[in-house]
């Protein structure tokens, strides 16, 4: 039994110690930010160039981008000139319908069985301390319900929400996370 106990305690010593070398610091959250060269990040308000949404779309979406970064991150939100820089606009807001329903009444037309709400968010990142990891790309994802049983101003926050969390992950996964 004391043999055991060595070997475990060896074990431990031995990965704390490998833990310890690496340069680039992991967290749980995924990130392998370099706290050494990068403690600040800024977030420009984003525009609405779609053409869509609701009035407040873009500023829930800045807001959004802000309290995750600093949820899952050390670094901290200045107004001007963060080491890591993030910018952009929402390019797309469209509610398309994508199942058709027959009706089997001649009289009655056919419509949507399912409509889809899409959000197109174009980002621009720089890295000031590591310019190769710059990036400008476009992130979308969207989000269906049922035109039958609600109306989509019923469901259009929720959906809203529901979108801009995802895409929010995929930018944070694109830039911070490396993957």
């Known amino acids: 039994m004391r043999s055991t106990n060595k070997i475990t305690l060896f074990a431990l010593g031995l990965v704390f110690i490998l833990f310890q070398s690496c340069s680039v ?3 749980f959250t995924g ?3 370099d706290y050494n060269l990068v403690k600040t990040f800024t977030v420009d308000n ?3 160039d779609s053409g869509g949404g609701p009035a407040n779309v873009e500023q829930r979406f800045t807001e959004a981008l802000k309290e995750y970064y600093q949820r899952n991150t050390q670094l901290e ?16 807001y469209s509610v398309t319908p994508q199942a058709p329903v027959t009706s089997s009444d ?3 037309p056919d419509r949507a069985g399912t409509m889809r ?4 968010v174009d980002v621009e990142y720089i890295n000031t301390a590591n310019e190769e990891e ?12 049922d035109p039958r049983t609600t109306t989509f101003l019923d469901v ?17 996964t694109a830039t911070v996370a490396n993957w």
């Open 25 to 27: 610091k992991y967290s």
């Open 31 to 33: 990130t392998n930010i």
């Open 46 to 48: 984003f525009f609405n």
């Open 77 to 92: 939100l200045v107004r001007t000139n963060g080491n890591l820089q993030f910018m952009g606009a929402i390019t797309r």
């Open 106 to 108: 001649p009289n009655l």
């Open 117 to 120: 709400l899409t959000i197109f």
């Open 134 to 145: 710059n990036l400008k790309r476009a992130f979308s994802f969207f989000k269906d319900y």
């Open 156 to 172: 259009e926050n929720e959906l809203v929400d529901e979108i801009f969390t995802t895409i929010i992950q995929d930018i944070f």
